[in-house]
């Protein structure tokens, strides 16, 4: 048997100018350009955050001014508050939150259409809510009326026998 030697690996000599020395770092383009990118991307970001951060408290506001709105109104339907104008009254608990009330004659002569409304100015433009409620409610007068009638009528019945 005839031995045969290796075949020689073949080097190759790399010039200065050739491809593999150009691809041997990041070049200060690439770095400038990442950075760019990685900017942007940071600023985008930060936009989000701000916009969600700013329609989160738009929305907190928004539902506690209904709510307040809401147990301002049966405090009147219960009769709570009287049932008189009222104009930027401030809550007990927090006095940036106000609340009006507007009264109108109803549809019928033992109907009024109440307003109540709810406003928040906590100093800035951002925080800013506010929410109106509307309803039908009986004329407490109405019922007070008859029920004084009714008990005259009582009254003079007993007197008579």
């Given at each position: 048997?005839?031995?045969?030697?290796p075949?020689?690996?073949?080097?190759?000599?790399?010039?200065?100018?050739?491809?593999?020395?150009?691809?041997?770092?990041?070049?200060?383009?690439?770095?400038?350009?990442?950075?760019?990118?990685?900017?942007?991307?940071?600023?985008?970001?930060?936009?989000l955050?701000?916009?969600?951060?700013?329609?989160?408290?738009s929305?907190?506001?928004?539902?506690?001014?209904?709510?307040?709105?809401?147990?301002?109104?049966?405090?009147?339907?219960?009769?709570?508050?009287?049932?008189?104008?009222?104009?930027?009254?401030?809550?007990?608990?927090?006095?940036?939150?106000?609340?009006?009330?507007?009264?109108?004659?109803?549809?019928?002569?033992?109907?009024?259409n109440?307003?109540?409304?709810?406003?928040?100015?906590?100093?800035?433009?951002?925080?800013?809510?506010s929410?109106?409620?509307?309803?039908?409610?009986?004329d407490?007068?109405?019922?007070?009326?008859?029920?004084?009638?009714?008990?005259?009528?009582?009254?003079?019945?007993?007197?008579?026998?």
């Amino acid at each position: 048997m005839k031995r045969t030697a290796p075949p020689k690996r073949m080097q190759v000599v790399s010039r200065q100018g050739s491809a593999d020395s150009l691809r041997a770092g990041i070049s200060l383009f690439e770095v400038v350009l990442a950075l760019s990118i990685f900017l942007g991307a940071v600023v985008a970001l930060s936009q989000l955050t701000n916009n969600g951060m700013r329609t989160a408290v738009s929305a907190r506001l928004q539902t506690q001014a209904v709510l307040r709105c809401e147990s301002k109104l049966a405090e009147l339907t219960a009769g709570v508050e009287p049932l008189e104008d009222v104009a930027e009254q401030p809550f007990d608990d927090d006095e940036n939150w106000t609340w009006s009330l507007a009264t109108a004659t109803g549809p019928h002569a033992d109907l009024l259409n109440i307003t109540v409304s709810t406003n928040y100015d906590g100093g800035g433009e951002k925080s800013l809510a506010s929410y109106s409620i509307s309803r039908l409610l009986r004329d407490p007068l109405v019922f007070e009326e008859a029920a004084a009638a009714e008990a005259e009528a009582a009254a003079a019945t007993e007197d008579e026998l």
